[in-house]
């Protein structure tokens, strides 16, 4: 793609930069490591490693991390999936060095400091509580922990309180020599600097021989895919007024070719637009709930596809029937051309305004050169939906929805 570079340092740190005409730019560093490289005891690590690296280096204290962009006018922040780790800057283009030597910093050369875990354990707790009070936000959580019981996938990024209460400096420090690997990381840049200067910052900062790196050759754990476990319904109470419902199947990993079916497939079904036809028949022609949608979450070695609603529970049973009668529809009748056109014209729409978004580019570009090693870009994934077929709708609709799906509810 025109504008895009990357290069692979001796170390093996892979880079990828946009040049993009901005006086605001993005840098920062996704690791190839989430919640599912976890064991047991360690529920909840990675999240909190990625607390603690804004919380003292062997150079600066956690109030010198946070003014060290803040000063400047910009910032710097973290969040953690089930596989990926990213830690970036936000500021202005001049003060690329600042950001990249300050990411170096907090990196190689965190302390993890007994004093700082403890305080930080509390604000996790307290961020855990709040989550509680939060079921359209906890219900998915909960839905993953039903559909990958058992496995690496099926427990809380949070964590646990008890695993909580169990970390130290030494078994923090143990996680990130074992999960932070230079070649599993990607350095990513999104804006005016010209590569050489990114590349030049990168191997000053990044370099292996790095004069306090405590990075060891001790080998990532080992992930192991799913097993699909065989469907099943759930209730849970947690007195609410509404009923939250989400209902799943197991469907495409990250790599598969058929995914731009599915992505097309859910953007019509209920992808997010007031005319999906989930959201038509339940809220518009009907008035049963404020907010249904589907969704679709694709790992490295699996994926599903879910449908969420809450609804007075009253009429959770029409809200079903209704739902099955829309995918019944696109079990057994094609998109009409004019049908498939627009469908496709709305999903390359979205998703070529969500590409405006110069910080959402920057985080999907460094994912996709994770797992990929490449960056697709627009014009490349428009290609791709334009290729999907209206029998091959259909026929992924049969192979998803004809399966017994999954299903979680709090009442």
Aim: with cysteine; aromatic share 10%; proline share 3%.
């Amino acid at each position: 793609m025109k504008n895009i570079y990357c290069h692979t340092l001796d170390n093996g740190l892979r880079i990828i930069h946009r040049q993009f005409p901005s006086e605001i730019s993005y840098c920062g560093i996704v690791v190839n490591t989430g919640t599912r490289d976890e064991y047991p005891a360690e529920f909840g690590m990675a999240h909190f490693v990625e607390h603690m690296l804004f919380k003292g280096t062997k150079h600066r204290k956690a109030h010198h991390i946070m003014n060290r962009m803040e000063n400047v006018g910009g910032d710097l922040n973290a969040y953690t999936t089930k596989e990926e780790t990213y830690i970036y800057a936000t500021f202005l283009q001049e003060y690329f060095p600042r950001a990249v030597e300050l990411l170096s910093d907090i990196i190689f050369n965190s302390e993890f400091s007994q004093n700082q875990i403890k305080r930080e354990r509390d604000v996790i707790l307290d961020e855990i509580h709040s989550y509680d009070d939060s079921p359209a936000d906890l219900i998915y959580d909960d839905f993953e922990n039903l559909m990958f019981e058992g496995h690496d996938l099926g427990h809380y990024i949070l964590g646990e309180p008890d695993t909580l209460n169990s970390f130290n400096t030494d078994n923090t420090r143990r996680f990130v020599n074992r999960q932070y690997h230079l070649d599993k990381m990607v350095l990513f840049s999104f804006g005016k600097t010209p590569f050489e200067k990114v590349v030049r910052q990168a191997e000053k900062h990044f370099n292996i021989k790095h004069e306090t790196t405590e990075i060891t050759s001790i080998e990532t754990k080992e992930r192991i895919s799913p097993i699909k476990l065989n469907p099943l319904s759930k209730v849970l109470q947690k007195n609410t007024t509404q009923s939250h419902v989400i209902i799943g199947w197991n469907t495409l990993n990250m790599y598969h070719p058929q995914r731009y079916v599915l992505y097309l497939l859910n953007s019509i079904l209920g992808g997010g637009s007031m005319n999906s036809r989930l959201n038509s028949s339940l809220r518009e022609k009907n008035g049963l709930v404020y907010n249904i949608e589907s969704n679709h979450t694709l790992y490295t070695d699996t994926g599903f596809l879910s449908i969420y609603y809450a609804c007075d529970p009253s009429l959770r049973d029409k809200c079903e029937r209704l739902i099955n009668k829309e995918l019944k529809r696109l079990m057994e009748k094609e998109l009409t051309p004019m049908q498939l056109s627009v469908a496709k014209r709305q999903l390359m729409g979205q998703l070529g305004i969500a590409a405006e978004n110069n910080e959402n580019s920057a985080l999907s570009m460094a994912k996709s050169f994770l797992h990929h090693n490449s960056y697709t870009p627009l014009d490349v994934l428009f290609s791709k939906i334009n290729d999907v077929t209206s029998s091959q709708i259909m026929k992924m609709a049969n192979e998803i929805f004809t399966s017994p799906e999954f299903e979680l509810i709090y009442l």
